[in-house]
């Protein structure tokens, strides 16, 4: 079972409507959470990192949510445009000096329609 | 800066032959990764390297692939020989190592298609 699970697989919104995604994750401990997006033909890129002390973080009109107890995060996206049209992915880090062993999920495709 | 690159950007082969990837990773980052993403598996690391040294290829999946990392601006990715079911994206990853930064940067990929 993949330890960090994403909801929903995919997603279609209107072109300035808010949407939320979801991450469920098991990895326990971790260092930090963070989501990545992706456009298409592109590499990942992060968007926003909490720790496992931080509740929620923004980036513009991106906002990350943390609820550390019930391994819960969101990605909230307001107002959303054409360019948010991309793949986004939620990763742990593990604890420690030099930790790489990120543990990813599969991601949730959004596609932002005019 | 120019970014972690990688080439080539799209790589068609059949089944049977050899195929190189490389990486050019952010100039003064300590670190490199390779990754491989499909859709069934979604961003699986293959093999890290730190100071050019490879500390973790248990990702690697057989004896077909193989990795190198000369010197700290380059590094390749070998498969031989290819097969269908490698058909994926390739991403290589580079970070400098921090007290307080462990973000990786991944370059654009390489997607390779295996007939």
């Known amino acids: 079972k993949n330890q960090v699970e994403q909801s929903p697989q995919s997603l279609i919104i209107l072109e300035g409507k808010n949407c939320t995604l979801q991450?469920?994750?098991?990895?326990?401990?971790?260092?930090?959470l963070r989501w990545y997006k992706q456009d298409t033909g592109r590499g990942p890129v992060s968007l926003t990192i909490?720790?496992?002390?931080?509740n929620t973080k923004s980036n513009g009109r991106y906002t990350a949510t943390l609820d550390a107890d019930t391994k819960q995060s969101s990605l909230h996206i307001t107002a959303s445009q054409l360019s948010d049209s991309a793949s986004y992915i939620c990763?742990?880090?593990?604890?420690?000096?030099?930790?790489?062993?990120?543990?990813f999920g599969k991601g949730t495709k959004l596609s932002v329609i005019p | 800066d120019a970014g972690v690159i990688q080439s080539p950007r799209h790589e068609v082969t059949e089944m049977g032959q050899e195929v190189t990837l490389r990486c050019k990773p952010i100039?003064?980052?300590?670190?490199l990764f390779w990754y491989r993403q499909t859709m069934m598996r979604g961003l699986e690391l293959l093999i890290y390297?730190?100071?050019?040294?490879?500390?973790?290829d248990s990702g690697m999946p057989e004896d077909r692939f193989s990795a190198k990392m000369p010197n700290a601006s380059f590094s390749t990715l070998k498969i031989q020989p290819s097969e269908p079911r490698d058909s994926a994206v390739y991403f290589c990853?580079?970070?400098?190592?921090?007290?307080?930064?462990?973000?990786?940067?991944f370059g654009p990929g390489t997607r390779l298609t295996v007939t």
């Open positions: 909490m720790t496992f002390s931080e």
């Open positions: 990853a580079s970070r400098r190592d921090g007290p307080s930064s462990y973000e990786q940067y």
């Open positions: 390297f730190n100071n050019n040294v490879p500390i973790d």
């Open positions: 991450c469920n994750y098991t990895v326990s401990p971790f260092s930090n």
């Open positions: 100039s003064g980052h300590n670190s």
């Open positions: 990763v742990v880090n593990p604890p420690g000096a030099g930790s790489y062993q990120l543990t």
